[in-house]
């Protein structure tokens, strides 16, 4: 299914939360959402997401610590079943230029690349 290309900076607001782009979910609670990635980079490729809008990991904006806590305990679990299943896991984020989206998130992964960047 062929979608709009993103012109924003805010791909999870703009596109995921608002349900304009459907994603298989992995886990949800209140807060934060997990999913598979739409384009992945590794065989195993999940994103973890706050629902609310967080710019990154170190201007978490005005969603707080409390919030990063939370995040932080669903990509811990999930990296738990990654690592338990596959054997290893790399969980990463990016900041600056190298984070595309301007919203916080993670990404929960294990294999060898799929693509080159």
Same mark, same amino acid.
């Given at each position: 299914?062929?979608? #709009? +290309? ?24 209140? &807060? ?10 590794? +065989?195993?490729?999940? $994103?973890?997401? +706050? ?6 990991? $170190? ?21 738990? &079943?990654?690592? &338990? ?11 600056? #230029?190298?984070?595309?989206?301007? @919203?916080? @998130? ?9 693509? #080159?960047?």
């Amino acid at each position: 299914m062929a979608h #709009e +290309p993103y012109v924003g900076n805010d791909i999870y607001c703009d596109w995921i939360l608002s349900g304009k782009l459907p994603v298989d979910v992995v886990a949800e609670t209140e &807060e934060v959402l997990s999913f598979h990635h739409s384009r992945p980079f590794w +065989p195993v490729h999940l $994103v973890v997401i +706050p629902k609310a809008h967080t710019p990154s990991l $170190v201007d978490l904006g005005d969603s707080g610590e409390i919030l990063l806590a939370k995040i932080i305990k669903v990509v811990r679990q999930l990296a738990a &079943e990654i690592t &338990e299943q596959y054997g290893a896991c790399r969980v990463l984020t990016n900041l600056g #230029e190298y984070q595309d989206s301007k @919203h916080l @998130h993670f990404h929960v992964c294990s294999g060898d690349p799929l693509r #080159e960047e």
